[in-house]
Nanobody, 124 residues
């Protein structure tokens, strides 16, 4: 089982940038597909981005394509989410998660392990 801890969240102005990190414990980190999700209060958790275990394939929600970039460093057991041009929005919690497969990556149920999340409020 991989344990995950997100960091890098915090208040950011609309139009600004932020980079989130997710540190994983466990020797098999490189074997996992990694995903980022976000959840606003009162809303369902939604897919943001995912990356294959080699880093060779990346997947994005349509709403973030061209603005967000997911990457990973298997030597550091860390996955990143670079977020640019953030639109004004209320607080949302960003979570990283692991999956063993690239099948249906947009579904939270495909990810058995989750971090506790990091909050990202975007001010207007």
């Amino acid at each position: 089982q991989v344990q995950l801890v997100e960091s890098g969240g915090g208040l950011v102005q609309a139009g600004g940038s932020l980079r989130l990190s997710c540190a994983a414990s466990g020797r098999t980190f490189s074997m996992y597909v990694m995903g980022w999700f976000r959840q606003a209060p009162g809303k369902e958790r939604e897919f943001v981005a995912a990356i294959s275990w080699t880093g060779g394939s990346t997947y994005y929600a349509d709403s973030v394509k061209g603005r967000f970039t997911i990457s990973r460093d298997n030597a550091k057991n860390t996955v990143y989410l670079q977020m640019n041009s953030l639109p004004p929005a209320g607080p949302a919690v960003y979570y990283c998660a692991t999956s063993r497969s690239e099948y249906r990556l947009g579904l939270p149920a495909r990810y058995p392990s989750w971090g506790p999340g990091t909050q990202v409020p975007v001010s207007s």
